[in-house]
DNA sequence: CTAAGTTCTCGTCACTCGTT
DNA sequence: AACGAGTGACGAGAACTTAG
């Protein structure tokens, strides 16, 4: 990171009542760091004489917790030992440590900090500016989600998906030679397109009217491509649909799937949407006996846990980014303020300094 | 021009904390 | 206890930079 790593933040204490209200980043999964990170505290000239130095200790930022280092300004109190070195007097390490452990919310923070902004800082327009480009990001639907207008798909083309898109990283991409609309489900399965096993599908209908009369609009297929514990987690034959509604809700069925050896989906079978009972819908498995079974229960519920969370905590993490980036941004704003009002104040000791020696000279 | 290295961005999972 | 929100960590891929 760039532009980070390194950057010395010089302040005076005019934000101290806040930073003391300041979380650490590094929350309680993390309280490793507490050993590992370096305080360094750095004078910085004050216009009061007499009185103890008031610095922040900035923890010098890693290479991995450099975002989180910048929430970590806490204040320390050093005062002069009567030979020009500076002793620390913080308070208890203890109390302290407590602090760190607490969990931060960047929105907290940010709130906090916007508060005790100087005046003259023209954050609200800052924001105004971000809040509009992130709503243009949000709504910038991902190339590789089919979003066409719903007229007559071309013949050579895939069947459109309606509705709010379920994004697939391109990664996963489906192939859209291998999938076949759901609209086409009932037919014969020797027409079923093969799929790959190990990807994540998405199947929509050709036709919209048919999509809306059957409530579907997108559907993910999910099978052992996520790793082994995904892999084990699914019961032999059987994969997770993942489907949206019309009301953009999601639903999840798990469904029978056969694999030839060469790993390919030979056919699969969902049940006509005016079937499916709200909610989840699992083909609980009867009579679980062994541990082995236990196990791929608890994996499959997991699975579908992770599942229904999945949407939510990508955008959760959006969001998150989004806040830290702000609040960043406030952070390196404030540095630029301090640092305005240093030169100022060393300009104004300067020219004070000059006219008291010219005066004395004159006397 | 291209391969290798670096940085950025995003999705996902795990975890904690506060709320119900 | 269950649930949702928030966030750190990690990996993958894209974008960018640099050396040969």
């Known amino acids: 990171m760039p532009g980070f790593g390194g950057k ?84 208890d390490i203890e109390k302290r440590r407590e602090i760190l452990s607490r969990r931060p919310s960047y929105r907290k923070i940010l709130n906090e900090l916007s508060s005790a902004e100087a005046p003259g ?23 590789y989600v089919q979003t066409s207008e719903p007229t007559e798909p071309p013949s050579h083309q895939l069947p459109i998906i309606y509705g709010p898109p379920v994004p697939l990283p391109p990664a996963r991409m489906q192939d859209s030679s291998k999938v076949r609309g759901i609209g086409d489900a009932s037919q014969d399965s020797s027409s079923y397109k093969k799929v790959t096993a190990g990807q994540t599908i998405q199947i929509a209908a050709a036709n919209q009217n048919e999509l809306t009369t059957q409530g579907l609009q997108t559907i993910t297929m999910t099978n052992a491509g996520q790793g082994a514990v995904t892999a084990a987690a699914m019961p032999a034959g059987t994969t997770i649909v993942q489907y949206t509604q019309g009301d953009g809700s999601q639903q999840f069925v798990t469904v029978p799937v056969s694999i030839s050896p060469a790993g390919e989906v030979q056919a699969y079978q969902i049940r006509a949407p005016s079937s499916l009972p709200a909610g989840v819908v699992m083909a609980t498995p009867t009579g679980i006996t062994s541990p ?39 952070l390196e704003t404030r540095v630029a303020v301090l640092e305005q009002q240093n030169k100022t104040l060393i300009e104004e000791l300067k020219s004070l300094k000059e006219l008291y020696c010219h005066k004395a000279e004159t006397e």
């Open 292 to 330: 082995q079974q236990l196990a791929e229960e608890s994996a499959r519920k997991r699975e579908l846990r992770l599942m229904k969370n999945r949407y939510k905590n990508r955008e959760a993490a959006r969001e998150c980014r989004r806040r830290k980036k702000e609040y960043v941004k406030c």
């Open 121 to 143: 800082i023209a954050k609200i327009e800052e924001d105004k500016e971000e809040e509009a480009a992130i709503t243009s990001i949000q709504t910038t639907i991902p190339s």
């Open 8 to 91: 010395q933040l010089e302040m005076d204490g005019s934000i101290d009542d806040k930073s003391e209200d300041s979380p650490s980043s590094s929350g309680s999964s993390q309280p490793q760091n507490l050993s590992t990170v370096v305080h360094t505290i750095t004078a910085v000239p004050t216009a009061i004489p007499n009185q103890p130095v008031q610095v922040q200790s900035v923890i010098q930022p890693t290479q991995q917790s450099v975002i989180q280092a910048a929430g970590q300004i806490q204040t320390v109190q050093v005062e002069e030992d009567g030979e020009g070195h500076l002793v620390r007097t913080d308070p």
